[in-house]
Structure formats: C-alpha cells, structure tokens
C-alpha cells in the first residue's frame, strides 16, 4: 500500500510518516502543494492524505485537480476546519473522506485502509498460499502455525507476493509499492529483505526467483 502524505506542519508529518511505515505502508512525506503535486504525477499512490492549508500549491486546488483526472488515488483530506459546510466543501471537491484535526491516529489508519481497499481490487482480509497466513488487518504472518514475526518491509513484500497469486514480480514493483520514493535503486533493497523473508519462512523454496526477471510465491 502507498501513500502520500502532504502536511505542512513539520512535526505531524514526520509523526504520521513513522506511524503509517510501522504499519507497513509504503509513504512519501511532502510540506507543501508543489512537491505534492511533482509526486503525483511521477508515482502511483493509493491514497492521499491531504491537509487543505498547505502553501504552494493549495490544498483545495490539488483535490480537485486529482479528482477530475480520474485516478485511482484515494482522498482523505485533514483540515482544522471542522464545520458541517467545511466537511460538505471538501466532499464537493472530489475527497473521498474528510479528518478533523486533532484526530486519533487508530481511526487515520483505518480510514486509510478502507480508501485503499477501494482503490485497488477487491481482496480478502486474509490471504493463504504455500501454508502461509496473512492476516493484512492485523499485519500477523504465520507460516505452517508459526509466528512469523516480519518487519514492515518484509510483511509488505510478502503481502506483494501473495497477491500476485503465484505471478512474478519485479524488484522495480515491490520497491514502488513497498519503499519510499527516497530509497536508493541500487541500494539491493528487496534482495537483502528477500533473504531476510527466506529466512524467517525457513523453506527457502517458497519464494521462486527468476534472475532479470522477479520473484515468485510457489
């Protein structure tokens, strides 16, 4: 899952940034309407999480803009402006979900996790192959009963993997929806949280790679 935060405030972004990353998103943090904007166009997010006010580029503008062009992107706008004709203002322009500040960060993530689902395919909450169980509500993996006990990262390249359904898929893929946009390409990023996952799973012939090609779930 990937999503862009934008939010003027330094402080809350950064706090919204560590506390979506821990539950294994994949989340660019910008400060203002511009960097927004550059992101959007470059990437695909899932959601976008969205404060009203930001400089730059206004929030109101980047929300209808998204909203006319027909994306997949989700929009959950927060603002401190939480009157009725605020809320129903921020709805006529095309978010899909509106957050008053302050707000508690357990109903952010849930809020986000049902725009997700709506932007992409339909997908149970649990996903099962090679006798590994994912539990994507409550971010548990297990593997023949066991604990898994993954990252973030590697809970969201093995819940990539899982969706795929046996498909291959590309590192340049798992680094788009599981890293952010300042991970390094070449840093060997999914190779090293591969074998980290390889080994946790301890059947080193779950995961199939295909040199040049991908990864795959047997």
Known sequence: MRILVAEDEPALARLLGEG???QAMAVDVVLDGHEAREL????SYDVLVLDRDLPGVHGD????SLAQSGGRTRILLLTAAGTLADRVRGLELGADDYLCKPFEFPELVARIKALARRAAPARPPRLHRG??????????AR???RDLGLTPKEFGVLRVLMEADGALVSAEELLERVW???TDPFTGAV???MSKLR??????DLIRTVPGVGYALC
């Open 20 to 22: 979506l990353r821990r």
């Open 40 to 43: 959007l166009e470059m990437n």
């Open 61 to 64: 503008t980047l929300c209808r």
């Open 131 to 140: 006798g590994i169980t994912l539990d994507t509500g409550r971010l548990q």
């Open 143 to 145: 593997f023949e009963g």
């Open 180 to 182: 952010d946009v300042h």
């Open 191 to 193: 190779r090293v949280t």
């Open 199 to 204: 080994g946790k799973l301890a059947a080193s």
